[in-house]
T-cell receptor
Framework: GDSVTQMEGPVTLSEEAFLTINCTYT??????LFWYVQYPGEGLQLLLK?????DKGSNKGFEATYRKETTSFHLEKGSVQVSDSAVYFC???????????FGKGTHLIIQP | GAGVSQSPSNKVTEKGKDVELRCDPI?????LYWYRQSLGQGLEFLIY????????KSGLPSDRFSAERTGGSVSTLTIQRTQQEDSAVYLC??????????????FGPGTRLTVT
């Protein structure tokens, strides 16, 4: 079946550091890929998405590129802020009725 | 516009009692999903509705779990004879119909269930 693997953390960085959270996937066909974010005490929010190979999703300074050759969708941000502290989930959709397949989440802590 | 809403936000129940969790999707979203989020298991997909129909119920953890959706809108997830291992956050999400090719899901705030 489909699966998503991501670094679990916690990942601790200083403010203004460069961020990369790795995500790789296994799926049949051509899945859509997503990053969701969960801020403390809040629900899951869609951060960005990509629906086909070489697509780049971007939002709030975060970016991720759908790399079919490496089955990856790594999340990056050039300069993180304390307010980016949250849990980040990589997910895929095979397009069917099986819901989203999530990674286990990466807890990101940004220190001032 | 209004997002996905869920009620109650928190529920504490005694082992063996039944509980009912409610989800109100985004207006116009015909697809609805239930997930469970727990420390040990991460985010687990439970069930999907297209309209009022759930084509596959095999993701439900046991036969104590059931879900229904009426009028193509509100959905309820019912857990009978609750057990301590049912303690988790239950999340609901909605999306446009899968036939549109849009697979992004929008999540509600969740119901935190604690079974004592």
């Amino acid at each position: 079946g489909d699966s998503v693997t991501q670094m679990e953390g916690p990942v601790t960085l200083s403010e203004e550091a460069f961020l990369t959270i790795n995500c790789t996937y296994t799926a049949t066909g051509y899945p859509s890929l997503f990053w969701y974010v969960q801020y403390p005490g809040e629900g899951l929010q869609l951060l960005l998405k990509a629906t086909k190979a070489d697509d780049k999703g971007s939002n709030k300074g975060f970016e991720a590129t759908y790399r079919k050759e490496t089955t990856s969708f790594h999340l990056e941000k050039g300069s993180v802020q304390v307010s980016d502290s949250a849990v980040y989930f990589c997910a895929l959709s095979g397009g069917g009725a099986d819901g989203l397949t999530f990674g286990k989440g990466t807890h990101l802590i940004i220190q001032p | 516009g209004a997002g996905v809403s869920q009620s109650p936000s928190n529920k504490v129940t005694e082992k063996g009692k039944d509980v009912e969790l409610r989800c109100d999707p985004i207006s116009g979203h015909t697809a609805l999903y239930w997930y469970r989020q727990s420390l040990g298991q991460g985010l687990e997909f439970l069930i999907y509705f297209q309209g009022n129909s759930a084509p596959d119920k095999s993701g439900l953890p046991s036969d104590r779990f059931s879900a229904e959706r009426t009028g193509g809108s509100v959905s309820t997830l019912t857990i009978q004879r609750t057990q301590q291992e049912d303690s988790a956050v239950y999340l609901c999400a909605s999306s446009l119909s899968l036939s549109t090719g849009s697979y992004e899901q929008y999540f509600g705030p969740g119901t935190r269930l604690t079974v004592t």
